[in-house]
């Protein structure tokens, strides 16, 4: 049986060491209480609502909103305007960045906990492609819009400060990507390419393995569970075999729709491809990523 007890002093020694970096503020990017004192005024993002992809085939029917919490040392009352800019990263189509919206203070509202106040920002893929100057037409599967938050006190406009230690400007920007949803999956066989990092199988939600890393369900009722077996505990559904690598196919009926949910990655380790009947690769997935839906890019398909 691989050594699990060595992961897990490893992961234990990473702690330790991120316990005493915090101790030691000239490691840090960012000082918090510094930034407070500098005056900057920073947004910190609470919540998303709904997803962030633009669809290429009915861009109006993409539509998100996020809510943010505006920071000052003025308790983000001396915070007199919010505005979000755009640019793409495209594969055929370029364009400058562009203003998006733009919110002033009398739009924030209170917080619930009688905190920082705070500001709701919507989003719709027309209004995004109207800003840009651009055609839908041009965009391909993949490109994304990349967002940057900018905002007003009285010592200026600030882009590039947040509350976040690793990332200053973490909450400041963010990115969409262009996908082409349609109401049904493209029928026939699908591919999916499962790697481990590390080589001893998927344990998406536990050390020792949790069940499929991918879930599928259709429209029609049917479930799909997809994953590397695991040596560590019974896999409790039809895994692949391979502790490194793994491939598997899946067959997608005619007339259904479907969502496809990544469980997690306990040990930051699996990373995946996923191909539609046609070859293209709909969807992909790195090493350590976060549990949710998977996002599909069906525009060549």
């Known amino acids: 049986m ?42 910190s993002e609470i919540t ?77 893929g027309a209004s995004i492609i109207s800003a840009l100057g651009i055609n839908a037409t041009d965009l391909e599967g993949g490109d994304t819009f990349d967002y940057r938050l900018a905002l007003t006190n009285p010592q200026g406009t600030f882009s590039d400060v947040s509350a976040n230690f690793d990332n200053q400007s973490a909450d400041h920007t963010f990115s969409s990507t262009v996908v082409c949803d349609s109401p049904t999956l493209p029928a026939g066989t699908w ?23 991918i879930t599928i369900t259709l429209s029609d009722g049917s479930v799909i569970e997809l994953g590397l077996c695991t040596p560590y505990e019974p896999p409790g559904y039809a895994c692949t075999t391979g502790l490194a690598s793994g491939t598997e196919t899946f067959t997608i009926p005619a007339n259904v729709s479907g969502d496809f949910t990544f469980n997690g990655d306990f040990w930051g380790e699996m990373s995946y491809q996923i191909y539609g009947p046609s070859g293209s690769t709909v969807a992909t997935g790195n090493a350590g990523a976060s549990a949710g839906p998977i996002a599909l890019n069906l525009c060549n398909e």
């Open 191 to 213: 591919t999916i390419d499962m790697q481990d990092s590390y080589g001893d199988g998927w344990q998406p939600t536990s050390g020792n393995g949790g069940g499929p890393g």
């Open 2 to 43: 691989k050594n699990k007890f060595l992961k897990t002093i490893l992961a234990l020694s990473v702690i330790c060491l991120a316990l005493h970096s915090c101790k030691d503020d000239d490691t840090l990017p960012v000082d918090f209480d510094d930034l407070i004192n500098t005056g900057l005024p920073f947004a």
């Open 48 to 124: 998303t609502n709904g997803s962030t992809n633009v669809n290429k085939l009915d861009p109006a029917s993409s539509s998100f909103s996020k809510d943010y919490q505006l920071v000052s040392p003025a308790g983000g009352t001396d915070i007199t305007k919010v505005e979000v800019f755009v640019s793409i990263t495209g594969q055929n189509i370029t364009a400058p960045e562009a203003l998006l919206t733009s919110v002033d203070a009398s739009s924030f509202t209170a917080s619930a906990t009688g905190g920082y106040p705070e500001v709701n920002i919507s989003f719709d």
